[in-house]
């Protein structure tokens, strides 16, 4: 018998922020809300991690320090030119 180390967090949000949360998830097809939301929290460990690791970075705030986090992990993804069009694969229909 394995035991499950995996720790749970309940969250309570509001009906616009779900709302929202919901729309993102489906237009970049996570498979649930929490899936997506443990996505962002891994990355931003990750970032918290690495800017400990670099002390000469000194935030005026949190809210700048998760701005900044933010803007990084903005261009992670390469931008679309004409000569490199994003091949789209069409969605399965099920019938």
């Excluded at 995996?6 to 649930?32: A, C, H, M, P, W």
């Amino acid at each position: 018998m394995s035991v499950n180390k995996r720790k749970r967090i309940n969250l309570s949000v509001s009906q616009s922020l779900y709302s929202d949360i919901e729309s993102i998830r489906k237009r970049y097809r996570f498979s649930t809300g929490c899936a997506m939301c443990v996505t962002l929290l891994r990355l931003f460990v990750a970032q918290v991690h690495k800017a400990e690791a670099e002390p000469h970075r000194d935030y005026e705030s949190d809210e700048r320090f998760v701005e900044e986090v933010f803007d990084e992990l903005s261009h992670w993804e390469p931008t679309p030119t004409p000569e490199s069009v994003p091949k789209r694969h069409p969605r399965r229909q099920v019938e």
